[in-house]
């Protein structure tokens, strides 16, 4: 479990195919001290294992899912990734409940200043805004954000300064592909309340309204 408080960033030194699964060789550009084999590292929000390490950085091994669910399969030597590792029982948890699990990808479609922050918006599939509410949490490659609005097909948030520099978003460009992990909570509801059902396309479709919200006491 992680809170998308990123701890600091890595850059990819190589990536190795191992027929579906790959293996990544990162180096921190922070110290990462006490590093345990066998740990779980939230490498641009996806969680992933320690399988390795030494004083300059960690080795990780990546299935074939999360190659297909992320966008670390797309990675070339010289990128950058945001490094949080795993929550620890007394830590202050100061962004939100992160489980390291992508849901899926989104794209950057526009990124301007607004004030001293800057405004960043993506487009993402209808399957996962439905999980996006505004002034609710998303993690966008590892990073707690607060949405501040949503669309059918996108949502944006806005970056204060200490976020821009703590994280990767400064190298981010019109058109990038990022990692979204939604809010856990909201899916664990959806599914204790029988929220979706299957269309005949294979499709979820929520059921979820005002009468069935009245209907189980919400309203």
């Known amino acids: 479990m992680f809170t998308g408080l990123i701890e600091g960033t ?3 030194v190589r990536i190795d195919g191992r027929g579906p699964d790959a293996k990544l060789v990162i180096t921190a550009e922070y110290a990462i001290e006490h590093l345990v084999l066998g740990e779980s590292i939230a490498v641009d929000g996806a969680c992933l294992t320690v399988a390795s390490f030494d004083q300059r950085g960690f080795t990780v091994d990546v299935s074939a899912e999360t190659l297909r669910r992320t966008t670390l399969g797309g990675k070339t ?9 795993a929550l620890r029982l007394g830590d202050r948890l100061g962004g939100h409940l992160v489980a390291g699990h992508v849901d899926g990808v989104g794209t950057l479609i526009e990124r301007f200043p607004e004030g001293r922050s800057w405004r960043l918006s993506f487009r993402v599939a209808p399957t996962l805004t439905r999980y996006l509410i505004e002034k609710g949490s998303v993690a966008v490659n590892g990073i707690s954000l607060t949405v501040n609005g949503c669309e059918a097909e996108s949502f944006h948030v806005n970056i204060i300064p200490h976020t821009g520099g703590a994280t990767t978003i400064g190298d981010w460009k019109i058109g990038d592909r ?35 919200l009245r209907k189980h006491g919400f309203l």
């Open 77 to 85: 030597p010289g990128a950058r990734f945001n490094l949080e590792r």
């Open 10 to 12: 890595g850059r990819l």
């Open 178 to 212: 990022v990692n979204l992990e939604t809010d856990l909570i909201g899916k664990y509801v959806e599914k204790l309340l029988g929220g979706y059902v299957k269309t005949p396309i294979g499709e979820s479709e929520s059921k979820i309204d005002a009468d069935f």
